[in-house]
């Protein structure tokens, strides 16, 4: 018989199966290696740290008290999965974590069984949860459904629609508040824990419904205050009023960290005979690393860094990030201007506002994970004056897309959206590409659109946004840093709907939107040297599209190519319209567009991202050998 005794308890997890047949006397030993697990394997991949360091016990206690996979665990957002996919069968390759054919930073369906519900944006959970609780109930299923938010989750209204729908429909829902940040309610040492497991208990429950059936049989105005008084009589105690108010029976604040308060509590609520419960666990983001208790942020995502110092990897930049521009040039513009404002929806870092919050700090209004009011706050302040810049990922756009053709574009409101991360992401994936805008901003009336090529030209679109007062208006640049050129000291107003030309030739056109333009600089040089003359221009705006450019370029080349970093349906969509509208596409000239392909790109470096596209110079050049046709090619192999 093999002596395991000495085995570390990870090396005997392969399942969750295996972590319930350890004894609770273990899982301590358990959550302290998994934790060791997550730091090691972050530290070689980069990734989200904080966020996954905080759960590791609540990680361990809910795959032990409850039967996953046929109880549904759902993660809100994802970036605090990492520990739920060491424990179920993915530790083998959690160091491919974000990497070319490796594991998603998130959770995802196609990954694992266990990840029950695909996410990465934020708040979705308890709507998926209730939904996969209804399908069990119609189904006569008896299974558990979970769902763990975090308290910055619950900033969006999305989470309490879920909660106002589950608590009229009374199904059993089992919903864990990690409250990581906002301390809703801090736990209160041994007296909340004991408070908490008493209120979950069986015991109570029965003595609870037995008085509800009591009290049942009083006229209904004494039946409904003593509903209240047991109600309002937990809440003074131990919190959780409003969720109670939404149909929840509320149970905490717990230390998340304690698995003696865990493990009972949460079996109790697992045993719960009916109806949705909110169970609140207090946690702390980063738990169990020094340097990343000590972060502000709780080393929320990293690069790769050492161990021992915490130190973070990071490659020497050869030029500005695309998102300090944008703030820095806003803040130039702001110092001019006092009615400008800007607003992000809990992106302060990521979108470059924390540093105009410094220098403004009343004219900077962080709304939460709230996209959706984020949009339409905006128009109000435009509807008084004020010139709001709404600066939002283009992944997350999406989530106000109502309010931005409702409540912006036809009341013709000159709302200023600032789009990061436009085109491909690289880590993050699928979930966060900015692969859609284009097509969703260019079918709306009155609507301008513009890509900066690059670092300079971004620069000049955020003064463009700035002295344009028609109606909406938005810029859109990619993550990551500019290329390189030089930058000028202050923003000019661009003039709506102009291009620009880049390089003349005579065959081959390149109609170039975007950060492609290099690329399609790159692609000319090539194409010229097997004697094929090239044209770049850089379209600057996706709408309106400028026209007497399109048409100098169709009329004077054999080939047209668009080039954009975004799915089909963008700009290329549009310059075919103009030039079906002019008659053009009866002449003989070639016109092809250069998109993203019509699938999600999975994970990988940015480059590597384009090229598989074919959206490099590589990829470009053949694109126009391919629409020349080999007819052309003479005995050496080029194009005659």
Avoid at 140 to 147: D, K, L, R
Avoid at 164 to 190: E, K, W, Y
Avoid at 631 to 636: D, E, I, W
Wanted: charged share 20%; net charge negative; aromatic share 8%.
């Amino acid at each position: 018989m093999t002596d395991t005794s000495k085995t570390p308890l990870l090396d005997r997890i392969i399942t969750p199966a295996d972590l319930r047949a350890l004894p609770e006397s273990d899982l301590r030993g358990v959550a302290d290696e998994l934790r060791q697990e997550t730091i090691d394997a972050v530290s070689v991949t980069g990734g989200h740290l904080g966020a996954g360091l905080g759960v590791v016990e609540l990680t361990v206690a809910l795959h032990y008290v409850f039967n996953t996979p046929a109880d549904r665990l759902i993660w809100d957002v994802g970036h605090q999965a990492y520990p739920h996919k060491i424990l179920t069968g993915r530790r083998d390759r959690i160091r491919t974590l974000r990497q070319a054919g490796g594991l998603s930073g998130f959770t995802k369906r196609s990954e694992s069984e266990y990840d029950a519900f695909g996410a990465a944006h934020s708040s979705t959970s308890i709507s998926a949860g209730l939904g996969m609780a209804v399908a069990r109930d119609l189904s006569g299923g008896h299974n558990n459904v979970i769902a763990v938010i975090g308290d910055g989750a619950m900033s969006a209204g999305m989470a309490y629609e879920a909660m106002n729908n589950a608590g009229a429909m009374h199904s059993r829902l089992i919903v864990i508040l990690n409250d990581n940040d906002m301390s809703i309610a801090p736990p209160t040492g041994a007296m909340s824990a004991y408070l908490a497991r008493l209120v979950s208990s069986h015991t109570y429950q029965s003595i609870r419904e037995t008085a509800k059936q009591l009290a049942r049989r009083l006229p209904k105005f004494f039946y409904d205050k003593a509903k209240r008084t047991e109600e309002y009589g937990r809440g003074y105690w131990m919190g959780g009023t409003m969720f109670e108010e939404l149909g929840f029976y509320y149970v905490g604040p717990i230390d998340g960290h304690n698995l003696d308060h865990l493990l009972p509590i949460l079996k109790n609520a697992r045993d719960m005979p009916s109806g949705p419960v909110l169970v609140h666990v207090v946690t702390q983001k980063g738990k169990g690393y020094g340097p990343a208790e000590a972060s502000a942020d709780k080393y929320h995502g990293v690069n790769a860094f050492d161990v021992l110092t915490g130190a973070q990897s990071k490659p020497k930049a050869n030029a500005p990030a695309y998102t300090r521009v944008f703030a820095e040039s806003l803040i130039r513009e702001a110092q001019d201007d006092p009615k400008i404002v800007a607003i992000t929806a809990a992106m302060p870092s990521g979108t470059g506002l924390d540093l105009f919050g410094k220098a403004f700090p009343t004219r900077t209004f962080d709304v939460g994970i709230a996209e959706q009011h984020a949009v339409t706050f905006a128009a109000g302040l435009a509807t008084e004056g004020y010139k709001p810049f709404c600066a939002i990922y283009s992944t997350f756009l999406q989530r106000g897309y109502d309010q931005l053709v409702h409540d912006v574009a036809l009341q013709k409101l000159p709302v200023r959206f600032a789009i990061d991360r436009a085109g491909l992401v690289g880590a993050d994936g699928a979930t966060h590409a900015g692969a859609f805008d284009l097509a969703y901003l260019l079918c709306l009336p009155g609507m301008v659109v513009m890509a900066a090529a690059d670092e300079a030209e971004l620069v000049h679109m955020v003064a463009t946004a700035a002295h344009y007062n028609e109606g909406p208006i938005a810029f859109r640049y990619p993550r990551g840093e500019g290329v390189g050129v030089d930058m000028p000291e202050r923003g000019v107003p661009l003039r709506i709907g102009k291009g620009r030309m880049m390089r003349e030739g005579t065959r081959v056109a390149l109609l170039s939107l975007g950060t492609r333009l290099s690329e399609a600089l790159g692609a000319a040089e090539e194409l010229g040297a097997r004697g094929i003359s090239a044209s770049v221009a850089d379209a600057r705006f996706a709408k309106p599209v400028d026209r007497d450019l399109v048409l100098k370029l169709a009329r004077s080349h054999e080939v047209l190519i668009t080039i954009e970093e975004g799915s089909s349906g963008g700009f290329g969509a549009a310059v075919l319209a103009m030039l079906s509208d002019e008659g053009l596409l009866d002449t003989g000239l070639k016109v092809r567009t250069m998109t993203l392909p019509d699938i999600f790109m999975d994970h990988d470096k940015p480059e590597r991202m384009y090229a598989n596209a074919g959206l490099d110079a590589k990829g470009i050049v053949a694109k126009a050998l391919e629409t020349l046709g080999a007819a052309s090619l003479n005995a050496f192999g080029k194009i005659a």
